[in-house]
């Protein structure tokens, strides 16, 4: 079965993350025929509001494995080279770490706009002309890519959890297929993100905006 279609859990997923985006066409869509709803600028507020919150809990929830992360790479250095003693797991422990930090935290840097832009331009536009790169770039470059990686991420997840896919080595962590659902569940914060991102993007194009989110950088 295919893992990203209309009649699978994936699938209801994918759909269930487009109401942010077609309101932000709603909002702009008004504001080129008029003042846009009052009552539609309220409840993509609201959305926004919730989905920015989930990306920032889930954030500071992972923030915590930085830390254990160094803390398990000092005592690997020490065992390894003070006791001449080797730990598969907590080796490959380091790995799952790094990966979910990285993967959970994506959206919340998304966010806060502490992820690295690779440009000349952006920072010279004004504010409208930001919202206007960032409406546009969430919905023709950023969504079909995370749908890609949730599509094919989902069905490398799958095949490992049909198997429960455990580590090559012999006493490694026998929970690959954990590390593999990561891609997926990124894949799917990235879109809600994306989705609030481009909402964000629309209400400031409706002279609505909301109030920057604290990080190095500003969100529009």
């Known amino acids: ?59 500071g929830a992972v923030k915590w494995l930085a830390l254990f992360m160094v803390l398990m ?23 799952y770490m790094h990966a979910f930090l990285f993967l959970m935290a994506a959206p919340a840097a998304l966010l806060t706009n502490t992820h690295v832009r690779v440009d000349i331009i952006y920072e010279k536009l004004s504010p409208k002309g930001k919202a206007f790169v960032d409406f546009f770039g969430t919905v023709f470059l950023l969504m079909p890519v995370c749908m890609l990686i949730f599509k094919f991420g989902g069905s490398y997840a799958l095949r490992a959890w049909a198997s429960l896919e455990g580590s090559q080595e012999a006493t490694g962590l026998p929970a690959v297929f954990l590390l593999k659902t990561a891609i997926p569940v990124f894949a799917m914060l990235m879109m809600l993100q994306g989705s609030a991102m481009a909402a964000r993007a629309a209400l400031l194009l409706c002279n609505s905006p909301l109030p920057p989110v604290q990080g190095k950088g500003n969100a529009v």
């Open 1 to 59: 079965m295919e893992f990203l279609s209309a009649n699978t859990p994936a699938g209801w997923i994918v759909l269930g993350l487009q109401p942010l985006l077609l309101l932000s066409f709603a909002l702009l869509i008004q504001v080129k025929f008029g003042q846009p709803s009052q009552r539609l600028i309220d409840i993509t507020k609201q959305l926004v509001f919730w989905v920015d919150k989930l990306s920032l809990y889930v954030a």
């Open 73 to 95: 790479v000092a005592a690997l250095v020490i065992t390894r080279y003070v006791f001449g003693v080797s730990a598969i797991k907590a080796q490959e422990s380091v790995i």
